[in-house]
């Protein structure tokens, strides 16, 4: 997926959290990275990289990852579980916007 096109999903499909107040992100050559701030002291930090095809998002409260969904060369996609963040859950391939549900879940859950 390029730059742009995960970008532009990335935005939408954040547009329907209600909890995000900030988004900030930052696109230097193949790589974009950035925060999606929620209310309260979590946000979603958010990552990829066009050329190797990494993705990553982690939920973060304070200085902790919470849970996240990552996809590498080493592991592939993968889950980091609410449950047990340090895990690595094999998963299949996610859309963008399969991932942000997914956020929006597990922070309907935390409530």
Request: net charge negative.
């Amino acid at each position: 997926m390029d730059i742009r096109a995960f970008v532009e999903e990335l935005l939408d499909a954040l547009a329907g959290v209600e909890e995000v107040e900030q988004v900030t992100l930052q696109a230097e050559g193949p790589v974009v990275s950035g925060r999606a701030y929620l209310r309260g002291d979590m946000f979603l930090s958010f990552y990829h990289n066009e050329e190797t095809g990494t993705i990553a998002f982690a939920l973060i409260k304070g200085q902790d990852r919470m849970w996240g969904i990552d996809c590498d060369g080493i592991r592939g996609w993968h889950l980091h579980p609410v449950e047990a963040p340090e895990q690595h859950v094999a998963i299949s391939s996610l859309d963008v916007s399969d991932i942000i549900q997914q956020l929006i879940q597990v922070l309907a859950d935390a409530k």
